[in-house]
């Protein structure tokens, strides 16, 4: 069984600039969500996506935004991009978006913005 | 309010002592929670589910829940210096989605 794998690991981007990250969910995982962890906070939930579609947002600006595939891998895509928006994301895939079912985490992507 | 609050720490205890962590939340609706475990740098993994009110063990691990006071803990017995981390508390709140919502999480500090 594989686990949540995303990319990169590590980026640096420059103020204005666009980014997208990838995830790969855990094998019979249909349902991804993605989280934003800044130094020394909690991850926030940015959105969550389950067959295909954005079926739940946080408290996130429009310029990011997301995809799910059909075999459940996800991207996350971040444009205009701003000193704040530095921080681990954390992307996180479940059985199903019922209540019960658990979050697998990827070992998330840093993204550093100057 | 923050939907999930915990206290930042540090919590420092002796290793082989018992650690408590702590953890409230606002939405009366939320059904699951869960503990997770965040290394330095490294992506949480989890540790506990609970979904009902009481206890569950898992090893040196107890959660417990008390949904009538919207208060959920995790004890660490025993405690290792390899337990050093920050525990992490997670709700699942209600509403069609079921977003997970987090703590800011407590640094535990686990001395030799």
């Known amino acids: 069984e594989t686990g949540v794998t995303q990319s990169p690991t590590h980026l640096i981007k420059t103020r204005g600039q666009q980014v997208t990250l990838r995830c790969s969910s855990q094998s019979g995982h249909n349902t991804v969500s993605w989280y934003q962890q800044a130094l020394g906070q909690g991850p926030q939930f940015i959105f969550q996506?389950?067959?295909?579609?954005?079926?739940g947002r946080g408290n996130f600006p429009p310029r990011f935004s997301g995809l799910q595939f059909p075999n459940y891998s996800s991207e996350l895509n971040v444009n205009a991009l701003e000193l704040d928006d530095s921080a681990l994301y954390l992307c996180?895939?479940?059985?199903?978006?019922?209540?019960?079912?658990?979050?697998?985490f990827g070992a998330g992507s840093r993204l550093t913005v100057l | 309010q923050k939907e999930v609050e915990q206290n930042s720490g540090p919590l420092s205890v002796p290793e082989g002592a018992i650690a408590s962590l702590n953890c409230t939340y606002s939405d009366r609706g939320s059904q699951s929670f869960f503990w997770y475990r965040q290394y330095s740098g490294k992506s949480p993994e989890l540790i506990m589910s609970?979904?009902?009110?009481g206890d569950k063990e898992d090893g040196r691990f107890t959660a417990q829940l008390n949904k009538a006071s919207q208060y959920v803990s995790l004890l660490i017995r025993d405690s290792q210096p390899s337990d050093s981390a920050t525990y992490l508390c997670a709700g699942r709140g209600s509403g069609g989605y079921q977003k997970v919502t987090f703590g800011i999480g407590t640094k535990l500090q686990v001395i030799p």
């Open positions: 609970i979904y009902s009110n």
């Open positions: 996506y389950y067959r295909e579609e954005e079926n």
């Open positions: 996180a895939s479940s059985r199903d978006r019922d209540g019960a079912n658990v979050l697998t």
